[in-house]
């Protein structure tokens, strides 16, 4: 998954392997943080997308692309440079009622994006099996909470990298429907600009459902956590001979990581325009929703293959949910973090991971609509996603926090488009709720 174990000085073992180190370095961080984005919120969004506009959505897939790789690259390199993650970079150097605004929304997102992967899971599950989905909420939180505390980090990292192939899934459930390759073609690649409150509500949600702050935060806390378990592995202020190999493996890992995550969004949404908005069904309000309308309308098969995808995708996002809120909350409080750490080393950092998962199952047996209470994470996602994403710009030129590798390229520049996007998109999105 991550940079070979040789050290950057050791050129002869280096050289004597050159081409499998590489390889392996390309399947990291930015591979699972990219698969997690498709978790199954993010199902319900696509899915959604595509069965009220068709294929004339599908243009925000590419328009997203770049947006997402700036971001995603600059939150690895803060993590990777530094040897801290985002919220202990936020916490060194910046105003403390920022950090603890920002960490309390985070938190609270998460919690409840875990409550709804879950019921959408436990969904999914009686929808294959049949059985009381409630047993299944509170078998997949206690699945998902053990493997994170008790299983070793490098077994858990690779447990990780197997459930990034239940995205594959709907891969396989577009080649079982039938798709106007033409009209999809033109979708993806001519934009289409409706004049309608909705279609508009809709690109807000795909770019907050794409571009969200829990990625930055688990990204970032990944590459620092390379750096504690490796001692090889420095931050880079203090290693700058490693910096170039490093740079590198982050720029195409977080490029292969986000186009996986974006082709599958898009075959979702290629998937849900070629069967339910052809067949007039453009009101779906969840992921398990959408693979129960494919049933009657794609077939038995495409409708197995949705929901497997549902479950998997599931099993992926909710630990990196709850991982990140933990690495958030103890890195603001300077607890020792790290999913590399014993339990007994970081018990409130664990602790957090725990209470994060609890409350996501907790949520399935209260009387709040789980879809509703989705719907208000997206919401503080996207409004906290502007003040972190600018804090994480601002680090980027700030040679104080970045050393020689404060950013000042290309990507300097994409990172601030995506920040002024996503900034246009919450002001947008606190609009539509106000009027």
């Known amino acids: 998954m991550r940079m070979s174990e040789t050290a950057k000085g050791d050129r002869p073992a280096r050289a004597s392997n050159a081409k499998r180190p590489r390889l392996i370095g390309l399947i990291g961080p930015g591979l699972i943080t990219g698969a997690s984005d498709d978790d199954p919120s993010g199902i319900g969004t696509y899915s959604q997308a595509g069965a009220q506009f068709g294929f004339a959505i599908s243009w925000t897939m590419l328009f997203t692309y ?8 600059v939150s690895a390199r803060v993590g990777r440079i530094t040897g801290r993650g985002v919220a202990g970079n936020l916490r060194q150097h910046y105003p403390t009622w920022l950090l603890q605004s920002i960490v309390a929304l985070l938190f609270v997102a998460n919690t409840i994006n875990i409550g709804a992967d879950l019921g959408a899971m436990a969904d999914a599950l009686r929808l294959l099996i049949g059985g009381p989905a409630l047993i299944y909420v509170v ?32 891969f396989g459930t577009v080649l079982t429907v039938q798709i106007p390759w033409g009209e999809a073609a033109l979708g993806l690649f001519v934009p289409t600009f409706l004049p309608d409150a909705s279609f508009w509500t809709t690109v807000v949600a795909v770019l907050g459902t794409t571009i969200s702050p829990y990625l930055f935060f688990w990204q970032a806390s990944q590459e620092a956590e390379d750096t504690r378990i490796h001692p090889q592995r420095k931050p880079l202020v203090r290693a700058p001979r490693q910096g170039p190999d490093e740079i590198e493996r982050i720029r195409l890992d977080t490029y292969i990581g986000m186009a996986f995550s974006n082709l599958v969004a898009l075959a979702i949404i290629v998937a849900t325009a070629a069967t339910l908005h052809v067949a007039g069904i453009t009101d779906i309000q969840s992921s398990t929703q959408a693979a129960e309308a494919l049933r009657p309308v794609a077939g038995p098969f495409a409708f197995t293959l949705f929901a497997l995808g549902i479950i998997g995708t599931g099993l992926l996002a909710v630990p990196v949910l709850a991982g990140s809120a933990a ?21 409130r950092f664990y602790a957090t991971l725990a209470i994060a998962t609890l409350l996501g199952v907790a949520l399935n ?15 503080i996602n996207g409004v906290v996603a502007v003040p972190i994403m600018v804090a994480m710009m601002d680090m980027t030129g700030n040679p104080k926090i970045m050393g020689a ?3 000042h390229d290309g990507l300097r520049l994409m990172g601030w488009v995506a920040t002024a996007i996503m900034a246009a998109a919450a002001v947008i999105m606190c609009v539509t709720l106000i009027f």
């Open 66 to 73: 770049p947006l997402v790789v700036a971001i995603q690259q």
């Open 139 to 170: 078998l997949f939180g206690c699945i998902c909470a053990v493997l994170q505390v008790f299983m070793s980090y490098q077994r858990y990292v690779k447990v990780l990298k197997v459930l990034t192939l239940a995205l594959f899934a709907y």
């Open 327 to 347: 690495y958030a909350v103890g890195e603001a409080s300077r607890w020792p973090v790290g999913l590399s750490r014993k339990p007994a080393k970081a018990k």
């Open 365 to 379: 047996f209260s009387p709040i609509n789980p879809i509703k209470a989705l719907y208000w994470s997206a919401v």
């Open 405 to 407: 590798f404060h950013i």
